[in-house]
Structure formats: structure tokens, C-alpha cells
């Protein structure tokens, strides 16, 4: 082979796709890489496990939102279609927001559905469709175990100084569960669709 057609067979070669590499992770999850931010390895550790808890639960909340957005019925099925994707989006934009801030603590933010399922607290629905009360219900102790959860870990990013996980908790994650509660839960006051309930009236005297 002269050496033209050598050098052009070498430049091809670099146009070919390497696949099929495997390497050892660079990695492991639960480890720390320091970065200079001015936080202890202790604080960033705490926050980055905490953080990946919130992160597991925010997951399944989000994926709860777009269960019932599919399997929604009855009545209420336009409103409660929308609201819940409108839920699902906000809900998918603080999965982002909790995993990058793992990221910048040096951490490693879990991803992959399997290892979600492992760490969740949100309970297992059924596969199959649920009654609205229930969708409801359901979607509603998923919020309140993030609630408690977060504000118990903010509370701990304040005692080791990471105030911006702690801002992110109360500002990001506290603030819009709160919300999504409230639009949630008074689907779940039973007024009346149409008549006014007199008799109820009647019955507390004037
Ligand atoms: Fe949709």
C-alpha cells in the first residue's frame, strides 16, 4: 500500500463510529467529587442524599400526573386531563431543577426507572384505571409525603449551611406542591354540580 492510500485509509477510519464501548463508571453512585463551592463534603454528601430522596418521590408524582391524564374519566374529564398535564410539566421541570443541583453538589442524581421504584416512599398504584376520588386521593399523599419530607430536609440544609439547596427546597419544591395541592384538593369538596343544597341550609337555621 503506498503511503497516500495509507493516510486516506487512516482518515476514514475516523469517520467510522466506535459502539459497543464499555468502561468502568467513572463514578459510583453515593460518592462526592469536591468542587469549589465553598461547602464542607459533609454538607454536600447530606444534601445530595436528601436531595436524591425528594428526587425519587418528585418522579413518581410526576409519572402519577400523567397515569391519570390517560386514564382520566367521568364528568370532570377535560378539566382534570389538562390540569394534570399542566401538573406533569411543573412537576418535570423540578425533577430537572433537583437533579442538576445534585449534579452541582458533586453528586450523582439517580435517573433510571428501576432505581426509582427501589427508592421511592410514593406507594405502587395498579396498573389499571382508578375511580376520579381515587386518582385524587392518590395524587394528594404523594404531595404530602413530599411536603413533609422537604421541609424537614430544608431545615437540615439550613443547619449545614447550604443555603441553596435549602432555597431551592422551600422556594421550588415547598411552594409548588402547595399549589398543586390546593388545585387537587378542592376537586374533592362535595358542592353541589347544579342546585343549590337548601335543605342543608335550613337545617343550621338562620
Ligand atoms: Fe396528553
Excluded at 431543577?97 to 449534579?103: G, M, N, P, V
Amino acid at each position: 500500500m503506498n503511503s497516500r492510500l495509507k493516510d486516506v485509509n487512516d482518515l476514514f477510519e475516523r469517520a467510522r463510529p466506535i459502539v459497543g464501548q464499555h468502561a468502568p463508571e467513572i463514578q459510583k453512585y453515593g460518592m462526592i467529587v469536591r468542587l469549589p463551592n465553598a461547602l464542607s463534603e459533609e454538607a454536600c454528601a447530606a444534601s445530595v442524599q436528601n436531595l436524591n430522596q425528594i428526587l425519587a418521590d418528585t418522579i413518581s408524582l410526576r409519572d402519577l400526573y400523567k397515569k391519570h391524564h390517560w386514564q382520566m374519566s367521568g364528568a370532570t374529564f377535560y378539566q382534570l386531563h389538562l390540569l394534570f398535564d399542566k401538573h406533569y410539566e411543573e412537576q418535570n421541570e423540578l425533577v430537572d431543577t433537583l437533579a442538576e443541583r445534585i449534579q452541582m453538589l458533586g453528586g450523582i442524581s439517580i435517573a433510571m426507572a428501576h432505581d426509582v421504584a427501589e427508592m421511592t416512599f410514593v406507594p405502587r398504584p395498579p396498573r389499571g384505571r382508578e375511580e376520579v376520588p381515587v386518582q385524587l386521593s392518590r395524587l394528594l399523599h404523594a404531595h404530602e409525603i413530599i411536603l413533609k419530607e422537604t421541609r424537614a430536609m430544608a431545615r437540615q440544609a439550613v443547619d449545614y449551611g447550604d443555603d441553596g439547596t435549602n432555597d431551592l427546597l422551600v422556594s421550588d419544591v415547598i411552594r409548588l406542591n402547595e399549589m398543586q395541592v390546593w388545585f387537587v384538593a378542592e376537586h374533592l369538596a362535595e358542592t353541589p354540580l347544579v342546585r343549590a343544597d337548601e335543605l342543608a341550609g335550613d337545617a343550621e337555621g338562620p
